[in-house]
Nanobody, 124 residues
Framework: QVQLVESGGGLVQAGGSLRLSCVAS????????MGWFRQAPGKEREFVSV????????NYADSVKGRFTISRDNAKNTVYLQMNSLKSEDTAVYYC?????????????????WGQGTQVTVSS
């Protein structure tokens, strides 16, 4: 069982930056691929980014490529999402998710564990 807790959301002006963090419980964090998803009001949850268990591989949604960077620190059981050049369309609840021994899962149904989410609001 893995518990995930996100933090770092908030209100930011367009063009600004935020860094989200997700801390995982347990001693097997380094065996999990970690993903970030988001869900805006009235929309389906969508993939944002994923990082492999080793940190050697990453993938991003086209909408965030070049602006967002995912990273992880296995010693701290933490995955990060650095978000730069934020736009109003990035406004959403951001969720981190975990899937053990997976490569680079990009579909929400591929993940076993989810955090409670953190709100990101970008004002224009």
């Amino acid at each position: 069982q893995v518990q995930l807790v996100e933090s770092g959301g908030g209100l930011v002006q367009a063009g600004g930056s935020l860094r989200l963090s997700c801390v995982a419980s347990g001693r097997t964090f380094s065996t999990y691929a970690m993903g970030w998803f988001r869900q805006a009001p009235g929309k389906e949850r969508e993939f944002v980014s994923v990082i492999t268990w080793s940190g050697g591989g990453t993938n991003y949604a086209d909408s965030v490529k070049g602006r967002f960077t995912i990273s992880r620190d296995n010693a701290k059981n933490t995955v990060y999402l650095q978000m730069n050049s934020l736009k109003s369309e990035d406004t959403a609840v951001y969720y981190c998710a975990a899937r053990q021994w997976a490569a680079i899962p990009t579909k929400s149904h591929e993940y076993n564990y989810w955090g409670q989410g953190t709100q990101v609001t970008v004002s224009s």
